[in-house]
């Protein structure tokens, strides 16, 4: 074989993957369809500082400081908190995934930009990978696919994948920020069916902001729901100029297997992103942490049958398996709340004791710590019932 691993897609799991199989000493190579490592950009590029700590980037990847977050019903209500600390960083995405890229060719992986890899087909150790535009082939012992949300390793490793996604129009846009310290998000099934709206401000003049749908069969058009985010926010978004597109998919729900003899996905292409966000950027680097150790593990042993890499889907069951799949039931519940439903819990939850609560329990990285500490909450209160007693009965299925 000619390599030990071959990783195909260089976003942040691809990368932060190879990165570490390499530092072990193992052939590492990455191939990439785009020239320019990072885009085209299709992220709001917000992520935890937990998150920057955990790629090893450059502070200077990080564009802005979040300390607040305002949450606005479609009916008018909102509630705002401030922390003392950094809720969330937006990040410069496109920098993020080059120093990620970097870090993997400093530590000995090689990197092949403007490579598209167009079939791996299984042979006697391994795979053999071809590539378009070319005649070449390359055989690897070990498969890592990194290829995100569409990803063709899972096709032609046969692992099925779900239809749910969350489809989302984003943009980076001029606005006139009043303040640039705050997130913010917009309900409403007018605006964002089963998702939501956000508006992430990087200085006085420049924001990211975005909605979409989690629906099967949406009623409208994309760029009608981002209208209406727009029109319904009329005081926030007005001279709004789109600099930038910055559209794109985010994969929903769980894979059943993520690995193969002689193969692991990793990221997107594994479905490891957060039900209630969409956030793939921490869960990718996560998954990669564990993809990479069950790669080494296996290379060492040079063991890399299917019950080996089995590993690796245990591994990330343990990790994250409870966390997804209680956020993915308040992201089902919350599918049941009515535009009435919405404003109800945000004008009950706009009192000091409970922007406390949030404040303490809120974190982007496991969002059902707070979820089901507002659950309990709104339990205890009868007006509220008829919304909550939906989402209960999710979390004890
Ligand atoms: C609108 C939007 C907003 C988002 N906002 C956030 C956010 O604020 N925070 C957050 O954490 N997450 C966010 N996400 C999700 C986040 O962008 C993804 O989870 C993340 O990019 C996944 O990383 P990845 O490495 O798995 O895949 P990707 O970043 O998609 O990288 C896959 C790479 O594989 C390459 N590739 C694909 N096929 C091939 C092939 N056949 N040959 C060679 N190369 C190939 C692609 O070119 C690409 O570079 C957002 C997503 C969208 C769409």
Same mark, same amino acid.
């Given at each position: 074989?000619?390599?030990?691993?071959?990783?195909?897609?260089?976003?942040?799991?691809?990368?932060?993957?190879?990165?570490? %199989?390499?530092?072990?000493?193992?052939?590492?190579?990455?191939?990439?369809?785009?020239?320019?490592?990072?885009? /085209?950009?299709?992220?709001?590029?917000?992520?935890?500082? $937990?998150?920057?700590?955990?790629?090893?980037?450059?502070?200077?990847?990080?564009?802005?400081?979040?300390?607040?977050?305002?949450?606005?019903?479609?009916?008018? +209500? =909102?509630?705002?908190?401030?922390?003392?600390?950094?809720? +969330?960083?937006? %990040?410069?995405?496109?920098?993020?995934? =080059?120093?990620?890229?970097?870090?993997?060719?400093?530590?000995?992986?090689?990197?092949?930009?403007?490579?598209?890899?167009?079939?791996?087909?299984?042979?006697?150790?391994?795979? $053999?990978?071809?590539?378009?535009?070319?005649?070449?082939?390359?055989?690897?012992?070990?498969?890592?696919?990194?290829?995100?949300?569409?990803?063709?390793?899972?096709?032609?490793?046969?692992?099925? $994948?779900?239809?749910?996604? +969350?489809?989302?129009?984003?943009?980076?846009?001029?606005? =006139?920020?009043?303040?640039?310290?705050?997130?913010?998000?917009?309900?409403?099934?007018?605006?964002?069916?089963?998702?939501?709206?956000?508006?992430?401000?990087?200085?006085?003049?420049?924001?990211?902001?975005?909605?979409?749908?989690?629906?099967?069969?949406?009623?409208?058009?994309?760029?009608?729901?981002?209208?209406?985010?727009?029109?319904?926010?009329?005081?926030?978004?007005?001279?709004?100029?789109?600099?930038?597109?910055?559209?794109?998919?985010? /994969?929903?729900?769980?894979? /059943?297997?993520?690995?193969?003899?002689?193969?692991?996905?990793?990221?997107?292409?594994?479905?490891?992103?957060?039900?209630?966000?969409?956030?793939?950027?921490?869960?990718?680097? $996560?998954?990669?942490?564990?993809?990479? =150790?069950?790669?080494?593990?296996?290379?060492?042993?040079?063991?890399?049958?299917? +019950?080996?890499?089995?590993?690796?889907?245990?591994?990330?069951?343990?990790?994250?398996?409870?966390?997804?799949?209680?956020?993915?039931?308040?992201?089902?519940?919350?599918?049941?709340?009515?535009?009435?439903?919405?404003?109800?819990?945000?004008?009950?939850?706009?009192? /000091?004791?409970?922007?406390?609560?949030?404040?303490?329990?809120?974190?982007?990285?496991?969002?059902?710590?707070?979820?089901?500490?507002?659950?309990?909450?709104?339990?205890?209160?009868?007006?509220?019932?008829?919304?909550?007693?939906?989402?209960?009965?999710?979390?004890?299925?």
């Amino acid at each position: 074989m000619e390599w030990d691993v071959v990783v195909v897609g260089a976003g942040p799991a691809g990368c932060f993957t190879a990165k570490q %199989i390499a530092l072990s000493g193992f052939k590492v190579l990455i191939l990439e369809e785009h020239q320019e490592i990072g885009y /085209p950009v299709q992220c709001a590029g917000l992520i935890s500082p $937990r998150a920057v700590e955990l790629a090893g980037v450059d502070k200077s990847t990080v564009l802005n400081n979040l300390t607040g977050l305002r949450v606005h019903s479609p009916l008018g +209500a =909102q509630f705002s908190v401030e922390s003392s600390h950094d809720l +969330a960083l937006a %990040i410069d995405r496109a920098k993020f995934d =080059q120093e990620l890229a970097a870090n993997a060719e400093d530590a000995g992986a090689i990197l092949m930009k403007g490579v598209k890899v167009k079939a791996a087909t299984r042979i006697e150790g391994g795979f $053999r990978l071809t590539l378009a535009d070319s005649s070449k082939t390359i055989s690897t012992k070990l498969l890592i696919g990194a290829d995100g949300v569409n990803s063709s390793v899972s096709k032609w490793l046969g692992l099925s $994948r779900h239809n749910l996604k +969350a489809v989302m129009f984003a943009v980076d846009a001029q606005l =006139q920020c009043a303040d640039t310290d705050s997130i913010s998000i917009f309900l409403g099934q007018n605006l964002a069916p089963g998702w939501f709206g956000w508006m992430i401000p990087l200085d006085e003049k420049t924001c990211r902001l975005g909605t979409g749908y989690a629906l099967v069969q949406p009623a409208y058009s994309l760029q009608h729901y981002f209208q209406e985010l727009v029109d319904q926010n009329p005081q926030i978004f007005k001279d709004l100029k789109i600099i930038r597109y910055t559209s794109g998919i985010v /994969p929903l729900g769980k894979m /059943p297997k993520i690995y193969s003899a002689n193969a692991m996905l990793v990221g997107d292409a594994a479905c490891q992103i957060k039900p209630v966000s969409g956030g793939g950027i921490y869960l990718g680097l $996560r998954g990669a942490f564990v993809c990479a =150790q069950t790669a080494i593990e296996a290379l060492r042993e040079d063991n890399l049958t299917e +019950a080996k890499m089995s590993s690796y889907q245990k591994l990330w069951e343990k990790e994250m398996d409870e966390e997804s799949a209680s956020a993915m039931k308040l992201r089902e519940s919350y599918l049941n709340f009515s535009d009435e439903d919405i404003d109800m819990v945000i004008r009950f939850l706009n009192k /000091p004791k409970y922007h406390k609560l949030i404040l303490k329990y809120g974190d982007i990285d496991y969002p059902s710590y707070l979820g089901k500490k507002l659950l309990n909450l709104l339990l205890k209160k009868n007006s509220l019932i008829k919304a909550t007693l939906k989402i209960s009965d999710k979390l004890r299925e």
